[in-house]
């Protein structure tokens, strides 16, 4: 059976690009997760999706970007062999270009009970 491990490694802010494309420019870096947050997901528990995470607060865009790692993990899967340097991690942000945040995704295996 396998787990995943989401953790928040870096939000990045771009003041420039906000300058010149956004509404606000002085909206800062997303609020909504913090460098060294964690979240664990398991399949088959029915929480195993962005609406159980953070209370429903997780956010749908970030969601987006880095669910395919999520169910290959939850899944057993490698999640990206060949371009990161262990198949069970992956490093993949959300599609914010004026301020991401940027995620570890993480496979981990645990032995089944009998």
């Known amino acids: 059976m396998s787990k995943c491990k989401i953790t928040v ?12 494309y956004l509404a606000d420019p ?15 997901l398991e399949r088959g528990n029915g929480k195993d999706d962005f609406w159980n995470m953070m209370n429903g607060k997780f956010c749908s865009e970030a969601w987006d970007a880095v669910s395919r790692y999520i169910y290959a993990a939850l899944q057993g899967g490698s999640i990206m ?3 990161t340097n262990d198949e069970k991690m992956m490093i993949a942000c959300c599609s914010d270009g004026t ?3 940027i995620f570890k995704i993480e496979r981990i295996d645990e032995m089944e009970e009998n």
């Open 81 to 83: 062999k060949g371009w």
């Open 26 to 40: 002085q909206v800062g870096k997303c609020p909504l997760f913090k460098e060294g947050q964690e979240f664990i």
């Open 99 to 101: 301020r991401p945040v």
């Open 9 to 20: 490694l870096r939000r990045e802010y771009y003041q420039d690009l906000a300058d010149q």
